[in-house]
C-alpha cells in the first residue's frame, strides 16, 4: 500500500507560467519531505526538500509548501522553462529509529513545459 | 567527480540464471539503497544498507539479495531471476539514512528477464 500518492502522472504547462505539483501522504510519523528530479537516461536528482517543522522552503525558482494536517504538500515551479520537462518524484522519511532509511516515493509526475 | 556508478547499464538475460548488478560510490557515504522503478508505481525500496555489514529489507525484497563488505560497493544479485524482475534499477547512497541527508543517484540498470 502506497504511502506517498502522486495522483496525477502527468502534468502539462506552458513556458513562464507556474507548475504545481500535488503530493498526499498517509504516515503521520513522515517528518521530512523530499523532491526529486529525473530525466530519461539519468537517475534522479534532489531538487528540494522541506522539515515537517516547516511549512514552507524556497530555493530559486523552486517552493515546497507542507499542510500537515492535511498531509499533504506541492511543489511550485515559477517560472516554468523547457529545461524543467521531468518525472518529478515526491518523497518522504519516517521519524522511527526503526525506519531510518526506508524512505517511500511517489509514482511520481510528468511535466512537459510546452513553448 | 562525486557520483554513484552501477553496471551494467543494460542488462537481457533468461529465467533463472544468476545475475549481479554491481554499485560503487565515491563519496565515502554510509548509507546505500537500492530500487526498482515500476510504470505507475514508482521507485520502490528493495534493501537498504546504513552501514557495512548492516543491511535491511526494503519494501519489495523478495527475489534479492545484497551484501556491504566495503563502505563504497553494495551489489544486488538476482539467484534466480523471473519474468517479473524486468524493472529499471537504481542504485543510490548518502551521508546517512535520515530524510534530511538527499540520495545521490545512480544513472540506472534496465534489467529484462525472458
Known amino acids: 500500500d502506497q504511502q506517498v500518492k502522486q495522483n496525477s502522472p502527468s502534468l502539462s504547462v506552458q513556458e513562464g507560467r507556474i507548475s504545481i505539483l500535488n503530493c498526499d501522504y498517509t504516515n503521520s510519523m513522515f517528518d521530512y519531505f523530499l523532491w526529486y528530479k529525473k530525466y530519461p537516461a539519468e537517475g534522479p536528482t534532489f531538487l528540494i526538500s522541506?522539515?515537517?517543522?516547516?511549512d514552507k522552503n524556497e530555493d530559486g525558482r523552486f517552493t515546497v509548501f507542507l499542510n500537515k494536517s492535511a498531509k499533504h504538500l506541492s511543489l511550485h515551479i515559477v517560472p516554468s522553462q523547457p529545461g524543467d520537462s521531468a518525472v518529478y518524484f515526491c518523497a518522504a522519511s519516517p521519524l522511527t529509529t526503526d525506519s531510518w532509511g526506508k524512505l517511500q516515493f511517489g509514482a511520481g509526475t510528468q511535466v512537459v513545459v510546452t513553448p | 567527480e562525486a557520483q554513484v556508478t552501477q553496471n551494467p547499464r543494460y542488462l537481457i538475460t533468461v529465467t533463472g540464471k544468476k545475475l549481479t548488478v554491481t554499485c560503487s560510490q565515491n563519496?565515502?557515504?554510509?548509507?546505500m539503497s537500492w530500487y526498482r522503478q515500476d510504470p505507475g508505481l514508482g521507485l520502490r525500496q528493495i534493501y537498504y544498507?546504513?552501514?557495512?555489514?548492516?543491511?535491511d529489507k526494503g519494501d519489495v525484497p523478495e527475489g534479492y539479495k545484497v551484501s556491504r563488505k566495503e563502505k563504497r560497493n553494495f551489489p544486488l544479485i538476482l539467484e534466480s531471476p523471473s519474468p517479473n524482475q524486468t524493472s529499471l534499477y537504481f542504485c543510490?547512497?548518502?551521508?546517512?539514512?535520515?530524510?534530511?541527508?538527499?540520495?545521490?543517484f545512480g544513472n540506472g540498470t534496465r534489467l529484462t528477464v525472458t
Open positions: 544498507s546504513m552501514n557495512v555489514e548492516v543491511t
Open positions: 543510490a547512497s548518502s551521508m546517512a539514512g535520515q530524510g534530511n541527508s538527499p540520495l545521490h
Open positions: 522541506i522539515s515537517s517543522i516547516k
Open positions: 563519496m565515502n557515504h554510509e548509507y
